[in-house]
């Protein structure tokens, strides 16, 4: 079955430490995004990614990364820059850019 | 965001009866996408318009562009407790490079 799947569901970090959040898609998809969906709020764009080897980022980006180094991976590191990193993390992926995008499950990051 | 602006932020419908969610844009809109979402998990695409007065339906949700690109709305009929969730709407519009821009989401919740 095609689809994107993400890595690990729940998720808890101390203060002060870097975390990585996994992002794999098999739909054949050339572009692919990171969410920050905080309560009672929209998705907000961390970052997105056109094709492999390039990224951009979205309206939120401080204290994110991001890697794009295969077609169907795109990984998120929170960095201790971060500072309110205690969110739910949603990756998507599109044929290409801004076409529909199909959603990975989520990752809840709780910063303890 | 402020761009776009869901109403009710929730909404609780007994089962059976009907509801409106509505999505509205201060500018024009090149296209609306209209996604649910269970709590705590990724989102599942409903349907995209993108002409003015285009509507469409799947099962018992229509879909509704307004003429001027400004509004769409959301309506179920007959609803079910399959239908609660959260309904985001999100945006397309031309000035901003066609990035996606997000309303905050409509909570629905299907009273039995």
């Known amino acids: 079955d095609g689809g994107i799947t993400q890595s690990p569901k729940y998720l808890f970090r101390k203060e002060g430490q870097n975390v990585t959040l996994s992002c794999e898609q098999n739909?054949?998809?050339?572009?692919m995004y990171w969410y920050r969906q905080d309560p009672g709020q929209g998705l907000r764009l961390i970052y997105y990614?056109?094709?492999?080897?390039?990224?951009q980022k979205g309206d939120i980006a401080e204290g994110y990364s991001v890697s794009r180094e295969k077609k169907e991976s795109f990984p998120l590191t929170v960095t201790s820059a971060q500072k309110n990193p205690t969110a739910f993390y949603l990756c998507?992926?599109?044929?290409?850019?801004?076409?529909?995008?199909?959603f990975g499950p989520g990752t809840r990051l709780t910063v303890l | 965001s402020q761009e776009l602006e869901q109403s009710p932020q929730s909404l609780i419908v007994q089962e059976g009866k009907n509801l409106t969610i509505n999505c509205t844009s201060s500018?024009?809109?090149?296209?609306l996408y209209w996604y649910k979402q269970k709590y705590g998990e990724g989102l599942i695409f409903l349907m995209m318009?993108?002409?003015g007065g285009e509507e469409k339906s799947h099962e018992k949700i229509t879909a509704k562009l307004d003429e001027k690109k400004q509004q769409s709305s959301l309506h179920i009929t007959a609803s079910q407790p399959s239908h609660a969730g959260i309904y985001l709407c999100?945006?397309?519009?031309?000035?901003?490079?066609?990035?996606?821009?997000w309303g905050a989401g409509t909570k629905l919740i299907i009273k039995p």
């Open positions: 998507a992926s599109s044929i290409s850019l801004w076409n529909e995008q199909f």
């Open positions: 739909l054949n998809h050339d572009a």
């Open positions: 990614s056109q094709i492999v080897n390039d990224f």
């Open positions: 500018k024009t809109l090149y296209g």
């Open positions: 318009l993108q002409k």
């Open positions: 999100g945006a397309v519009f031309q000035d901003s490079n066609y990035q996606l821009i």
